[in-house]
C-alpha cells in the first residue's frame, strides 16, 4: 500500500514537472532568437515617442549589449555556441552584438516597426556576436584555479566600468539598468530580452544581461531553483563593483520568474551585511533605484522573512507585479503548497497586520496586472513582455520614476494593492505631461 502511494506521488510529481516545462513562459521560444515585443501602448503620437534623437544607436560608445555571466564558458567540443548551461563559478564580463530583423535594416525602419501598435509580421532579435571582456577579479575565491586565470586581473573590471562610464556621459539619465531572466533558457536569451527593452528605453542609459546558469532542460525547474540561490552571491558581487567603480547615479533591477530568487536573495545579502547602517546610507552605498519582480516564483513567506530582516532599507523602491492569471506559478504553488510572491493574495488570506505593514512601508509598491490587456496571454506569466499596458508601467517607471498613482494606477480599498483601470493609458499620459512640466525631472 505504502509502496502503491509513493509511485503515485511520484509520478504526479512527474506529471506535473513536465506540464510546466511545457507551459512555463520563461522558457526561450527558439534556441537562439525571439521576437520583438509588441509596442507598449503608451507609445505613438498621442503618447510618447522614446526614439526623439533621429538615431539613438548612432551615439553608442559601443555596438551591442554588456552582460554579466556566472556560466561555464563553452569549449570547442560544446554544443552551446558561447557559454554552458552549468555554474561557472566565476563572474565573467563580456559585450554581445544584436541583430534585428531577417537582414540590413534601417533605423528608420526599426524605428516604424517598434511602434507599430498591429503587427503582421514577426522581427525576431538574435545574438551575432559575442566577445568576452574578462573575469570580474572580485569573483575570484580561495577555490577558483588560478592557472586559468590571466595576470592582468584588474584589466577586465577597469575596461567593463569605462564602457559603462562612457555610455553615460552621453546619456541622459547616468543610470544602469540590469535584467535577470527566469529559468529554462539559454545564455542568449537575457541578452536579447535586455536589448528589447533597452531598445525601448531608445538606449538610453547602460543596459546589462546578468545571465545565470540556468538550464534548458526538462528536469530543469528544481535545479534551476536552486542555482538562483547560488547565483545570489554573483549578483551581489556584481552590484558592489557597479556601486564602487562606476559613475552611475542609480541602478535599477528587473528580475522575472525564477531569476527574482537571484535578485532577492542579493538583496537580502547586502541587508545582513549592513545591519548597522540606516537605510540613507546603505542606498548611498549601493545606489539601488528601482527592483522590480515580475511573475515572481518565490514562497511568499521567504520574501516577508526579507522585509522583516530590512531588506526594504536597500532600494528606493521595490515594485512586485502580481497576476491572478499565471497559470506557471499556479503549478508552482502546487508543488510546494505554499503562495508565490507573483500570485494575487486569495480573499481573506492577508491579515490585517500584514495590511498595516504594507501601507505603511512606502517604498513597496504590489501592482496587480489581472485587468491590464493581454495579461493573459498565453500561459499569463510573460506578461511583462506580451501586455502593452504592463511593459508601458514598467518602461514608465524607468524612464520618469513615476510613482503608481502618478502612472494611472488605482489603488484598492481593502488591500495595498493597485490595480489597472480601464483607463489606464489616458490616465497614463497625463502623469507623464505633468511629469514633463518638472524641470530636470
Not at 374 to 382: C, P, R
Not at 385 to 410: C, F, H, Q
Given at each position: 500500500?505504502?509502496?502503491?502511494?509513493?509511485?503515485?506521488?511520484?509520478?504526479?510529481?512527474?506529471?506535473?514537472?513536465?506540464?510546466?516545462?511545457?507551459?512555463?513562459?520563461?522558457?526561450?521560444?527558439?534556441?537562439?532568437?525571439?521576437?520583438?515585443?509588441?509596442?507598449?501602448?503608451?507609445?505613438?503620437?498621442?503618447?510618447?515617442?522614446?526614439?526623439?534623437?533621429?538615431?539613438?544607436?548612432?551615439?553608442?560608445?559601443?555596438?551591442?549589449?554588456?552582460?554579466?555571466?556566472?556560466?561555464?564558458?563553452?569549449?570547442?567540443?560544446?554544443?552551446?555556441?558561447?557559454?554552458?548551461?552549468?555554474?561557472?563559478?566565476?563572474?565573467?564580463?563580456?559585450?554581445?552584438?544584436?541583430?534585428?530583423?531577417?537582414?540590413?535594416?534601417?533605423?528608420?525602419?526599426?524605428?516604424?516597426?517598434?511602434?507599430?501598435?498591429?503587427?503582421?509580421?514577426?522581427?525576431?532579435?538574435?545574438?551575432?556576436?559575442?566577445?568576452?571582456?574578462?573575469?570580474?577579479?572580485?569573483?575570484?575565491?580561495?577555490?577558483?584555479?588560478?592557472?586559468?586565470?590571466?595576470?592582468?586581473?584588474?584589466?577586465?573590471?577597469?575596461?567593463?566600468?569605462?564602457?559603462?562610464?562612457?555610455?553615460?556621459?552621453?546619456?541622459?539619465?547616468?543610470?544602469?539598468?540590469?535584467?535577470?531572466?527566469?529559468?529554462?533558457?539559454?545564455?542568449?536569451?537575457?541578452?536579447?530580452?535586455?536589448?528589447?527593452?533597452?531598445?525601448?528605453?531608445?538606449?538610453?542609459?547602460?543596459?546589462?544581461?546578468?545571465?545565470?546558469?540556468s538550464t534548458p532542460s526538462r528536469w530543469a525547474y528544481l535545479y534551476d531553483l536552486e542555482t538562483a540561490v547560488y547565483s545570489s552571491r554573483s549578483l551581489r558581487l556584481f552590484l558592489e563593483y557597479l556601486a564602487e567603480e562606476t559613475s552611475a547615479d542609480r541602478i535599477h533591477i528587473i528580475g522575472y520568474s525564477a531569476g527574482t530568487r537571484v535578485v532577492t536573495g542579493a538583496l537580502q545579502q547586502i541587508t545582513l551585511?549592513?545591519?548597522?547602517?540606516?537605510?540613507?546610507?546603505?542606498?548611498?552605498?549601493?545606489?539601488?533605484?528601482?527592483?522590480?519582480?515580475?511573475?515572481?516564483?518565490?514562497?511568499?513567506?521567504?520574501?516577508?522573512?526579507?522585509?522583516?530582516?530590512?531588506?526594504?532599507?536597500?532600494?528606493?523602491?521595490?515594485?512586485?507585479?502580481?497576476?491572478?492569471?499565471?497559470?506557471?506559478?499556479?503549478?508552482?504553488?502546487?508543488?510546494?503548497?505554499?503562495?508565490?510572491?507573483?500570485?494575487?493574495?486569495?480573499?481573506?488570506?492577508?491579515?490585517?497586520?500584514?495590511?498595516?505593514?504594507?501601507?505603511?512601508?512606502?517604498?513597496?509598491?504590489?501592482?496587480?496586472?489581472?485587468?491590464?490587456?493581454?495579461?493573459?496571454?498565453?500561459?499569463?506569466?510573460?506578461?511583462?513582455?506580451?501586455?502593452?499596458?504592463?511593459?508601458?508601467?514598467?518602461?514608465?517607471?524607468?524612464?520618469?520614476?513615476?510613482?503608481?498613482?502618478?502612472?494611472?494606477?488605482?489603488?484598492?480599498?481593502?488591500?495595498?494593492?493597485?490595480?489597472?483601470?480601464?483607463?489606464?493609458?489616458?490616465?497614463?499620459?497625463?502623469?507623464?505631461?505633468?511629469?514633463?512640466?518638472?524641470?530636470?525631472?
Open positions: 500500500m505504502l509502496r502503491r502511494r509513493l509511485s503515485g506521488t511520484v509520478l504526479s510529481l512527474f506529471l506535473v514537472i513536465m506540464l510546466i516545462m511545457n507551459v512555463s513562459g520563461c522558457a526561450s521560444r527558439s534556441p537562439y532568437e525571439i521576437n520583438l515585443m509588441p509596442a507598449p501602448e503608451i507609445y505613438g503620437e498621442e503618447g510618447v515617442d522614446p526614439f526623439i534623437v533621429s538615431n539613438p544607436t548612432a551615439n553608442l560608445p559601443y555596438s551591442g549589449v554588456l552582460y554579466a555571466t556566472d556560466r561555464e564558458p563553452a569549449g570547442e567540443k560544446d554544443k552551446e555556441q558561447y557559454y554552458r548551461n552549468e555554474r561557472g563559478h566565476l563572474l565573467r564580463l563580456g559585450l554581445a552584438n544584436i541583430e534585428l530583423g531577417t537582414g540590413a535594416m534601417t533605423w528608420e525602419e526599426a524605428r516604424r516597426i517598434s511602434l507599430l501598435k498591429d503587427r503582421t509580421g514577426s522581427y525576431p532579435l538574435r545574438v551575432v556576436v559575442v566577445r568576452e571582456i574578462g573575469v570580474l577579479d572580485r569573483s575570484i575565491s580561495p577555490f577558483t584555479d588560478l592557472s586559468s586565470i590571466p595576470v592582468n586581473l584588474r584589466g577586465p573590471a577597469k575596461e567593463f566600468s569605462s564602457m559603462i562610464d562612457e555610455r553615460l556621459a552621453l546619456s541622459r539619465k547616468k543610470d544602469i539598468y540590469i535584467y535577470l531572466h527566469g529559468y529554462k533558457v539559454i545564455f542568449e536569451n537575457p541578452l536579447l530580452v535586455a536589448a528589447e527593452l533597452w531598445h525601448f528605453l531608445a538606449y538610453d542609459g547602460v543596459f546589462i544581461a546578468f545571465a545565470w546558469p551585511m549592513t545591519t548597522d547602517e540606516d537605510s540613507s546610507a546603505v542606498r548611498r552605498k549601493y545606489r539601488i533605484g528601482n527592483v522590480i519582480l515580475v511573475g515572481s516564483d518565490l514562497d511568499r513567506g521567504i520574501v516577508g522573512g526579507y522585509l522583516v530582516d530590512g531588506l526594504l532599507r536597500v532600494p528606493e523602491r521595490l515594485t512586485v507585479y502580481l497576476s491572478a492569471g499565471d497559470q506557471a506559478l499556479g503549478l508552482s504553488r502546487w508543488i510546494f503548497g505554499r503562495q508565490r510572491l507573483g500570485q494575487i493574495h486569495e480573499e481573506g488570506s492577508m491579515s490585517p497586520a500584514t495590511v498595516q505593514y504594507l501601507r505603511s512601508e512606502q517604498n513597496f509598491v504590489a501592482i496587480d496586472v489581472s485587468d491590464a490587456e493581454a495579461a493573459t496571454a498565453g500561459n499569463g506569466h510573460a506578461y511583462f513582455r506580451k501586455s502593452p499596458w504592463v511593459s508601458s508601467d514598467i518602461l514608465m517607471t524607468l524612464l520618469y520614476d513615476l510613482k503608481p498613482e502618478n502612472r494611472g494606477l488605482a489603488l484598492m480599498d481593502e488591500l495595498p494593492l493597485w490595480t489597472f483601470p480601464s483607463d489606464y493609458i489616458e490616465r497614463l499620459r497625463k502623469g507623464i505631461a505633468a511629469a514633463r512640466e518638472v524641470p530636470d525631472r
